[in-house]
Antibody, heavy 122, light 107 residues
Framework: EVQLLESGGGLVQPGGSLRLSCAASGFTFSSYAMSWVRQAPGKGLEWVSVIGANGGPTYYAHSVKGRFTTSRDNSKSTLYLQMSGLRADDTAVYYC???????????????WGQGTTVTVSS | DIQMTQSPSTLSASVGDRVTITCRASQTIDSWLAWYQQKPGKAPKLLIYKASSLESGVPSRFSGSGSGTEFTLTISSLQPDDFATYYCQQYKSYLYSFGQGTKVEIK
């Protein structure tokens, strides 16, 4: 079964850091680009970042550029999101998502994890 | 950046109704558009990619059309399982963007 499982969410103070993980199974992780998407409470979906199948290139939403870093370890089939300088408006459920097409950094997202909740508050 | 605008924001409909949701892009995205369904507390689910291609396993009552800047998602006969929020997403640009969502409610 194709599956994505996020972890690492929690409560963090403003200005703090957190690293999210997304463990993949059931498909050849190293063949697909991956994205992070977030959803603030009661709000819509916001794309956060994308990483190519081999670890590059990476692109970020303006709202997180310079504060968040996306990486991957294909040997562990795991995607990461390192978040620093966290702000209250980063509070959201964070989803990882698999891109639909092999090797393509563009494309729709066909598999999503269940999400992990990040709360930024003092 | 490409902005995506959906209409309406909320739609009230009955089981069996034909439902249409519109998504407009601030610049041309050719056919690089996807539609997702999201239910409360759940992850989004891909319904349509490349504007009109039905994802495997998605019921045929869902269809998509359009190109350039204007797109539609149609549900031909609304079923109880279809009450949810729907999002469009462009992937013409690496700076992906979603519409604000359309909530389909029971009338």
């Amino acid at each position: 079964e194709v599956q994505l499982l996020e972890s690492g969410g929690g409560l963090v103070q403003p200005g703090g850091s957190l690293r999210l993980s997304c463990a993949a199974s059931g498909f050849t992780f190293s063949s697909y680009a991956m994205s992070w998407v977030r959803q603030a409470p009661g709000k819509g979906l916001e794309w956060v970042s994308v990483i190519g199948a081999n670890g590059g290139p990476t692109y970020y939403a303006h709202s997180v550029k310079g504060r968040f870093t996306t990486s991957r370890d294909n040997s562990k089939s795991t995607l990461y999101l390192q978040m620093s300088g966290l702000r209250a408006d980063d509070t959201a459920v964070y989803y990882c998502a698999k891109h639909r097409l092999v090797a393509m950094i563009t494309g729709a997202f066909d598999i999503w994890g269940q999400g992990t909740t990040v709360t930024v508050s003092s | 950046d490409i902005q995506m605008t959906q209409s309406p924001s909320t739609l009230s409909a009955s089981v069996g109704d034909r439902v249409t949701i519109t998504c407009r892009a601030s610049q041309t995205i050719d056919s690089w558009l996807a539609w997702y369904q999201q239910k409360p507390g759940k992850a989004p689910k891909l319904l349509i990619y490349k504007a009109s291609s039905l994802e495997s396993g998605v019921p045929s009552r869902f269809s998509g059309s359009g190109s350039g800047t204007e797109f539609t998602l149609t549900i031909s006969s609304l079923q109880p399982d279809d009450f949810a929020t729907y999002y469009c997403q462009q992937y013409k640009s690496y700076l992906y963007s979603f519409g604000q969502g359309t909530k389909v409610e029971i009338k």
